[in-house]
């Protein structure tokens, strides 16, 4: 089972970035997926979580309205737009996926996520 973040960089503020996480040797049908983040020095937090049908999502307070999480099944991959940067949104992200049994289970603590990606770097700078 394996995750790949794509994506990622360095994008000014106010700028829009998509972030892709492909699945490999696993099908994310039967499973939540969730993007979470980790700056230098600080513990790493929730981003956005969704459900295996995609019918709930969940967002953190810092990102709801400027963020959006979508699953596309037959590419099997979830994204992460992510929109009015700030430079505060700079961090590493990842990917991270739960197999559950619920089509509207959409719960975030990373600590039900037992498959990660690897991370890709995101920087909002000028």
């Known amino acids: 089972l394996q995750l790949v973040e794509f994506g990622g960089g360095l994008v000014q503020p106010g700028g829009s970035q998509v972030l892709s996480c492909q699945a490999s040797?696993?099908?994310?049908?039967?499973?939540?997926m969730g993007w979470f983040r980790q700056a230098p020095g600080k513990e790493r937090e929730k981003v956005a979580c969704?459900?295996?049908?995609?019918?709930?999502?969940s967002y953190a307070d810092s990102v709801n309205g400027r963020f959006t999480i979508s699953r596309d099944m037959q590419e099997n991959t979830v994204y992460l737009q992510l929109d009015s940067l700030k430079p505060e949104d700079t961090a590493v992200y990842y990917c991270?996926?739960?197999?559950?049994?619920?089509?509207?289970?959409?719960?975030?603590?990373?600590?039900?996520?037992?498959?990660w990606g690897q991370g890709t770097q995101v920087t909002v700078s000028s």
């Open positions: 991270a996926a739960r197999r559950t049994g619920s089509p509207i289970d959409s719960r975030c603590p990373g600590g039900l996520y037992n498959t």
């Open positions: 040797g696993f099908t994310l049908d039967y499973y939540a």
């Open positions: 969704v459900s295996s049908t995609g019918q709930t999502i």
